[in-house]
């Protein structure tokens, strides 16, 4: 199962957020470049990064640090926020991206993820955001009134490479991921599926490995706060 250290980017820093609030949030010390670094070192393959600034705008603004962290560590990027249309994608497809993950503008046009996955394959991840079953978007800001399973029904055909799928009510929380709704999604996916939101301990990794049709977690503020060592994560890395 492969580990994604995540880095959250909001005004050129590293940040986390409560439940996707960004008036709750922490900044930390480390810049991006330096914890990707950091990653590197320890072991890691796989980064998952959020362009905080990008999901607010629409726009690539940190496209150099992303850059910047391909070019310097040779780590495998999937990188999401705020990516709402192919020059986007081609952009961060140019500096080395595995995987460009689109989230409100493929839930809100279904279309735009068609032509994406054909246009870009084994590019495109689906990043699912849900809140008790139904899909959120716009930094989840909206809930979408749409039920994660019946969207993912739709779409299932289209060539998705990976999906992420977040428990917003877990995400910052450090209680678990949402297990058995992950579980669900990945039962249904024709794809492999990531999990993401609440990772809180070492036992969350463990039990993640267990589950069918799941590629990898994605591990945040766990690290940051010091509950997850990166020498014993990095262990369980595979």
């Known amino acids: 199962m492969k580990i ?3 880095i959250d980017i909001k005004d050129k820093k590293c940040v986390r957020l409560i439940k996707g609030d960004f ?11 330096d914890q990707a670094g950091k990653y590197k070192d320890h072991g890691f393959k796989n980064l998952h990064i959020v362009d905080l ?3 607010l705008t629409g726009e690539t603004v940190n496209l150099d640090i992303i850059k910047d962290i391909v070019t310097k560590f040779d780590l495998k990027i999937e990188i999401g926020g705020g990516i709402r ?8 497809t140019d500096v080395g991206v595995e995987k460009v993950i689109l989230g409100s503008a493929a839930i809100k046009d279904k279309n735009f993820l068609k032509k994406a996955c ?3 394959p ?4 689906l990043g699912l955001d849900a809140k008790d079953g139904f899909l959120s978007v716009s930094g989840w800001k909206e809930n979408s009134n749409q039920l994660t399973l019946d969207y993912l029904k739709e779409v299932n055909d289209y060539g998705v490479s990976r999906l992420i799928y977040t428990d917003i009510n877990r995400d910052g929380m450090k209680q678990s991921p949402n297990f058995e709704e992950t579980s669900k999604v990945a039962e249904k996916s024709n794809c492999p599926v990531i999990i993401s ?7 969350d990794i463990k039990k993640a490995k267990n589950l069918k049709n799941i590629e990898g977690i994605i591990v945040g503020k766990a690290i940051y ?3 997850i060592q990166l020498e014993e994560l990095v262990r369980e890395d595979a």
């Not at 939101?197 to 036992?203: A, F, K, P, Y």
């Open 23 to 33: 008036d709750n949030k922490t900044e930390y010390e480390i810049s991006p470049v």
């Open 4 to 6: 994604f250290p995540a």
């Open 122 to 125: 084994n590019k495109i991840a």
């Open 197 to 203: 939101g609440g990772v809180s301990s070492i036992d």
């Open 118 to 120: 054909e246009k870009f």
């Open 225 to 227: 706060d010091g509950d």
């Open 85 to 92: 249309n192919f020059k986007s994608i081609q952009k961060y």
């Open 53 to 55: 600034d990008g999901a």
